[in-house]
């Protein structure tokens, strides 16, 4: 038995097809809303409005907020300021991952109901109740905030969805898959395997590794195509829905390790790491804990579905290898302050750490 284990399985409700949408106002009149605050940021935003006939609904008042672009406790203050001064009593959130983040935590530091609209298939933030912060500057704060509240609602249309950028489904699908490699060595100790909760989400993260194993390239051909196939809805749904139940089931025992804590110490100490999208710096992740692992045959078989997806694979091939020592001396010392690396079954040390760093360098300079 556990006694550390939050089971936060995800929204209290959750529809994805076609005029899905339309189905806001029932859910907003399940919780007497009147005054809802909708957060949402540029160009997602346009796309979004003509899907959103719920806006003219004259039974509600609506408020509307651009936020920075990043989750960060300045944004954070800045929707909850609006909160207390319009009297909100159910915010909105639409847009990516960040944005559903930002609003998760705003609706929790304020006591407030919520609900996200995604406008992309990115990573599975809009289900997990918990938000990575950053700072405005797009560094990584290095924590993340976690709470009990859950969205009262996840509601999109695959219409929108697909119109959104192919690079951030391709990163999605890598964010989703490490969930499996994340998972399953530390769901596989024995003293693990017999927990109900940590046996669905170990499915759960299995079902998530092999849909996008078989189906993601021609998930991403029809996304390219705009073509709304039972590939890219599955696999879509998979990213930002069945995904974030892994976390959901597993807590901190299934929702991630070193892949996510490398993705933040890059997220941290190099700055060009910002160029990457969430899903690309957690890819270079799955390789980094293999090598921890030393797992180097697993890397051999994920090789080609990398080199199909063009995900990144090294330090090196990113181009932001950091020369200087200090900073992989920092990333080493952010990644072993991190409990869940801990949870893997391999004694973790600060040299491990730092020496899985360069013989994955070594490893995939020799595979090219």
């Known amino acids: ?49 003509p899907k959103m006939g719920f806006l003219n609904d004259d039974r509600y008042n609506f408020s509307y907020h651009q936020y920075t672009g990043e989750c960060s406790y300045f944004g954070t203050d800045l929707i909850v300021e609006i909160v207390k001064k319009e009297q909100i009593d159910f915010i909105i959130g639409v847009g990516g991952g960040k944005l559903t983040d930002l609003v998760g935590y705003a609706a929790h530091v304020s006591n407030s109901n919520f609900g996200v609209i995604p406008t992309l298939a990115s990573n599975c933030a809009p289900w997990t109740p918990l938000s990575v912060m950053y700072k405005e500057t797009g560094e990584a704060e290095g924590k993340t905030e976690h709470y009990l509240r859950q969205a009262a609602f996840l509601i999109t249309d695959p219409v929108l969805v697909i119109n959104s950028p192919v690079a951030f489904f391709i990163a999605g699908l890598a964010d989703t898959i490490a969930k499996w490699y994340e998972s399953d060595a530390i769901l596989q100790q024995t003293h693990l395997k017999k927990e109900p909760f940590l046996q669905l989400a170990g499915y759960t993260a299995a079902l998530c590794k092999d849909a996008i194993v078989k189906d ?33 089931l597993g807590d901190k025992y299934a929702r991630n390790a070193a892949a996510h804590a490398m993705h933040d110490a890059m997220s941290k100490y190099i700055p060009k790491s910002h160029q990457f999208l969430h899903g690309e710096k957690v890819a270079y992740g799955i390789f980094y804990q293999l090598a921890i692992e030393n797992k180097w045959a697993s890397i051999d078989q994920l090789l080609p579905f990398y080199q199909e997806l063009d995900l990144p694979m090294s330090l090196h091939q990113m181009g932001i290898y950091p020369e200087d020592e200090t900073v992989i001396d920092a990333i080493v010392k952010f990644i072993d302050s991190k409990e869940k690396v801990h949870l893997i079954p391999v004694t973790i040390t600060e040299d491990l750490l730092k020496e899985s760093i360069y013989q994955l360098e070594e490893y995939i300079k020799g595979k090219r």
């Open 216 to 248: 993601s390239a021609k998930a991403i051909q029809d996304m390219e195509n705009r073509e709304l196939s039972d590939e890219f809805i599955r696999l879509s749904e998979i990213v930002f829905a069945i995904a974030g139940m892994v976390g959901g």
């Open 1 to 49: 038995m556990l006694d550390d284990l939050k089971v936060k399985v995800g929204p209290q409700f959750y529809q994805y097809h076609e005029g899905a949408i339309n189905f806001v106002p029932t859910v907003l009149n399940e919780y007497a809303a009147k005054n809802v605050l909708i957060v949402h940021g540029t160009v997602s935003w346009e796309k979004a409005q």
